[in-house]
């Protein structure tokens, strides 16, 4: 009966080519070193032709043992490939996804979280949504996966992803009597009442220094520490704001009035962030590309649509 070449044949062949020595083979596997010889026979007569050659102390391969070392090589390749696409897939069934994001990014954060949880139902997933300087605090401490923010740390080493686009538009009340001017000049937007965001927030500080390049200074009318804080005094015809589009989300198209000012909008970028020195998990990674490819889709409509 015709013989067959085992794997495990292919596996021996392998450490002794790359090894050079048939002793520091079978000490990597594990085999006595009779088992090793034998095997090696058994292959060379299944091939038909010898493979290895004794040169005075050593071993060396004959060129059809070459070419069958580099075959064996091609083989193990596959099968590593194969091992660690199951080892992933594996990966998704369970495990944990831990995010932060900055105050603004919660208009979205969760409902890409949201959509990728129901492709995993399996992997536990958790949110936290918080100031920046905390943000700023765990990603130096290394707490969680990944990280959302408008603005990648300058002084902590990290690698940040744009995810999509983050606008940062002047929103006023639909009757405010700027709502139909055109191209409103920065100095006469700035002598409106101004309400802005507290301290730190990178929404004021993005309007701050596009005000500042044109050696204009905001001075606020009203300070307040969330996005729908200030949506709600901007309905009450308290002043104008600059927030991001995408906390419109969840309001109904024409409820604002989204002012054409020179410079506006500002255009920035949300980012997915983690420590440079960190080994992103297999759900981690998997979220990451999720939201490369159909997290940008699928807030497109929201990011674009008008107040
Ligand atoms: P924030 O938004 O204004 O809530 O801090 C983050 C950013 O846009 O950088």
């Keep these: ?27 990597e596997l594990f085999l006595t070193q009779p088992t090793v010889s034998m095997q090696m026979k058994k292959l060379a007569e299944t091939v038909g032709v010898p493979l290895i050659e004794q040169v ?18 091609e083989i193990f390749d596959i099968m590593d490939h194969y091992t660690m696409s199951v080892a992933e897939r594996q990966g998704l069934k369970q495990g944990r996804l831990s995010l932060m994001a900055i105050t603004t990014a919660s208009y979205f954060a969760p409902r890409l979280l949201g959509e990728f949880a129901k492709l995993y139902p399996g992997i536990d997933v958790s949110l936290r949504v918080t100031n920046k300087e905390q943000v700023l605090a765990s990603i130096a401490d290394n707490l969680d996966d ?58 004021r500080n993005a309007i701050e220094r596009c ?36 906390t419109l989300t969840l309001n109904q198209p ?14 920035r970028h949300w980012y997915a962030v983690y420590p440079a020195g960190r080994q992103l998990s297999v759900v981690a990674r998997a979220f990451l590309e999720y939201l490369l490819g159909r997290g940008e889709a699928a807030l497109a409509a929201a990011g674009k649509r008008k107040g």
């Design 1 to 27: 009966m015709r013989q067959h070449t085992t794997f495990r044949q292919l596996e021996i062949f392998e450490a002794i080519a790359r090894l050079g020595s048939f002793t520091r083979a079978s000490e």
């Design 254 to 267: 024409g409820q604002f009035a989204v002012l054409d000012v020179e410079g506006f909008p500002i255009l």
């Design 146 to 203: 990944l990280y959302f923010l408008g603005q990648p740390p300058e002084d902590i080493d990290v690698v940040a992803t744009p995810i999509m686009d983050n606008p940062i538009v002047v929103l006023a009340a639909p009757d405010h009597p700027l709502a139909r001017k055109k191209k409103i000049p920065l100095q006469r937007i700035a002598q409106e009442p101004w309400l802005m965001r507290e301290k730190g927030s990178g929404t």
């Design 56 to 73: 005075g102390k050593k071993i060396r391969l004959t060129p059809d043992g070459q070419q069958l070392a580099q075959a064996t090589r």
């Design 211 to 246: 005000f500042a390049e044109k050696d204009i200074t905001l001075r606020p009318r009203l300070e307040l520490g969330s996005n729908e804080a200030l949506k709600q005094a901007i309905l009450a015809g308290l002043g104008i704001s600059a927030l991001s589009r995408h």
